[in-house]
């Protein structure tokens, strides 16, 4: 159903790093960037290698918001441990635990996910649905 979601972000710097490696961590990387300094629309798109971007952040310095409570971002991990390096990426470039990795039982019985807050306030989970 969905093409491509994007991101307004305060810090696009701060932002790509972030994303860099927490989107690392689950196998997806930058397809492109527009980073030319002073351009009020920079952005950065990420995917699967050799891909189109599915997610970017754009450069919304005055006017960045998160979406209000209810609203997160999953994204697609292929191992539980994809998963946790998710979550400790995530922590170490600024963003804050919301919820450990672990198993989610009230999701199914498969469900493993972590769930962080990145620079911005924006809430995204790495889910992984396989049996380990």
Request: hydrophobic share 40%.
């Amino acid at each position: 159903m969905l093409h491509h979601i994007s991101f307004g972000v305060a810090d696009i710097q701060r932002s790509a790093a972030f994303y860099d490696a927490v989107l690392g961590a689950l196998g997806y990387m930058r397809v492109w960037e527009d980073l030319e300094p002073g351009d009020p629309d920079q952005a950065v798109g990420y995917g699967l290698p050799g891909g189109g971007d599915k997610f970017t952040i754009k450069l919304r310095a005055k006017s960045a918001r998160s979406p209000g409570a209810g609203f997160h971002l999953a994204f697609g991990a292929s191992s539980r441990p994809a998963v946790s390096q998710f979550h400790q990426a995530a922590l170490v470039h600024g963003g804050l635990d919301n919820g450990a990795p672990g198993l989610r039982a009230h999701y199914g019985p498969t469900y493993f996910a972590a769930f962080v807050i990145d620079p911005d306030g924006h809430r995204i989970e790495a889910v992984c649905k396989s049996e380990e």
